[in-house]
């Protein structure tokens, strides 16, 4: 079948390195991609989230089968899209629909949910302009240290932990009053700090049946030790050692299945992938947050991972046979490492040439932020290439993708060199 994938990061060029392996898949289409994903399919020149193009690109190349991979085009719709569109009804499309999509694009509706299902997660309250003045109140005397979320998608930007209650008031006020965040912080929810340790686990639903995937940690700070700010995500390490099968256990009955069928109940079909952001406090599971698709850079861990077609989980989430999935997975632990612009999270150079690359043989190299001009591979983003190796424990490929980071070159490169470290 032809098939069409949508986005142009890591996740993506990721998810094409598996779909090509497929032998159901006799073309494939990345809209927009990148350098990475160009190598392997046909790019096409239009953003992920413009319906139109998508359609028109579908009718074109005789498409069968679309993969979301960014929340955005969820968020916005495009599963409804394809659903009321006669023209594109032998498509099939992969991810939930708007309203599915509503657990990651509104924060305050995904708590709601988990308190209406009794899922474990931080305390919270919401708060826009009308209750403002409330909501200034309520920091006043709110434990330290405080979470502050943009309801909306704030490109992974919309998360603050404030540490002191004037700290709390002044990125309060500027969510809300000066739109920090835009759209997106119209509405803010205010949550308790949770401590323990971060990880994410993965599931696969065709919103009757649903199969979990392999847990994973990533890494978002831009320095070593988890300091300085946030970033779209460092590396990543699949399996968590820690995430045992009674932990796994509880995060299954606990959030997956209670979530699932809250979402039945409210009468919401959520088809797709669900990343569960979980904290793991002293052995118990609570949700930081959910995600309508696959993570990033945690795409980049799982995948090398799957034994499983991948063309053949997506046809089972299409048409209803999650239940009949096997999913195999490697024992091998995979460890990725990102190469990221200098300066990034803030500003950074973009077109600067990247060389090195033919010179990785023992791991797998994803693209993320790249782009081919004059037939050279430049930068084109903050994270720009993801280094993804496998080995019999975490120190092994840990050791491979540090290597590989050596051998590639361009102004400005900088990566972490303690990924996985806390874990060994």
């Not at 289409?29 to 790019?43: C, E, H, I, K, S």
């Amino acid at each position: 079948m032809n098939i069409l994938l949508l986005g142009s990061g890591g996740r993506e060029h990721a998810l094409a390195w598996k779909i090509k392996q497929s032998a159901h898949c006799d073309k494939l289409f990345v809209a927009p991609g990148n350098a990475g994903t160009q190598t392997l399919a046909t790019n096409l020149a239009f953003n992920d989230d413009d319906f139109e193009a998508i359609k028109m690109a579908c009718l074109k190349y005789e498409i069968e089968l679309v993969v979301v991979g960014p929340e955005t085009p969820l968020v916005k719709g495009i599963v409804d899209f394809f659903e009321h569109d006669a023209a594109l009804s032998k498509c099939a499309i992969i991810g939930p629909n708007k309203i599915a999509a509503q657990l990651e694009g509104s924060k305050d509706f995904s708590k709601h949910l988990m308190q209406q299902c009794h899922i474990p997660t931080a305390k919270y309250a919401t708060f826009t302009k009308a209750n403002f003045n409330a909501g200034i109140d309520y920091l006043k005397t709110h434990p330290l240290p405080i979470v502050l979320k943009a309801d909306g998608l704030a490109a992974g930007k919309g998360v603050l932990i404030c540490t002191s209650n004037q700290e709390a008031i002044d990125e309060f006020t500027a969510m809300l009053q000066d739109h920090k965040f835009g759209e997106a912080s119209a509405k803010v929810v205010v949550e308790e700090f949770l401590e323990g340790i971060e990880l994410s686990v993965f599931v696969v639903t065709d919103g009757i049946s649903y199969k979990m995937l392999p847990s994973a940690k990533d890494y978002k700070r831009i320095g070593e030790g988890d300091t300085g700010l946030n970033t779209g995500g460092m590396g990543a390490v699949s399996p968590v050692p820690f995430a045992d099968s009674t932990f796994l256990k509880k995060v299954e009955t606990q959030i997956v299945a209670p979530l699932l069928s809250g979402l039945k109940q409210n009468n919401i079909l959520y088809k797709g992938f669900l990343f569960v952001g979980l904290m793991n406090s002293n052995g118990e599971p609570s949700v930081i947050e959910f995600n309508c698709r696959l993570g990033d850079p945690e795409t980049e861990v799982l995948v090398p991972r799957l034994k499983t077609d991948m063309v053949e989980i997506f046809m089972a989430i299409a048409h209803s046979k999650v239940n009949e999935l096997e999913i195999e997975i490697l024992d091998e632990t995979a460890v990725t490492v990102f190469l990221v612009s200098g300066g990034y999270p803030d500003t950074y150079q973009k077109g600067l040439v990247i060389k090195g690359l033919n010179q990785v043989k023992e791991s797998m190299v994803f693209h993320a932020g790249t782009t081919t001009i004059n037939q050279e591979t430049v930068t084109h983003g903050g994270r720009v290439i993801a280094l993804t190796s496998l080995g019999n424990s975490i120190q092994e490929a840990v050791t491979k993708s540090l290597a590989s980071a050596h051998l590639i070159t361009y102004e400005g490169k900088y990566f972490r060199n303690d990924i996985g470290k806390d874990l060994i």
